[in-house]
């Protein structure tokens, strides 16, 4: 694997260890798109290093187990704020 490569998979998961961030907040700081986040943290960084691979699992498990509420609070707000009059 290329040497720039390693370097950006192992930058992604760092930040996405420190920050607890979700694959497309990750892909948002780091202005690419979600599917090659996706594809660093789950095919390549496997092969690069296996302690960040186990807490970067431990973090996708997580946001997979709580998807459905973020979901949901994130509707609830939309529908909120277009309800709401505003104040000129």
């Known amino acids: 694997m290329n ?3 390693v370097e950006r998979v192992l930058m992604e998961a760092d ?4 920050t607890g961030k ?3 907040e990750t892909a948002t700081y780091f202005k690419m798109s979600k599917s090659t ?5 789950h095919e390549r960084l496997c092969q690069i290093d296996k302690v960040r691979n186990e807490k970067i699992k431990h973090i996708l498990t997580y946001h997979m ?3 459905h509420i973020r979901g949901g609070e994130s509707t609830r707000k939309k529908y909120l704020k277009e309800t709401l009059p505003s104040i000129s």
Do not use: A, C, F
């Open 65 to 67: 187990k709580i998807r």
């Open 15 to 18: 930040y996405m260890i420190e």
């Open 37 to 41: 986040v996706h594809k660093d943290l």
């Open 3 to 5: 040497l720039p490569i």
């Open 22 to 24: 979700t694959i497309r």
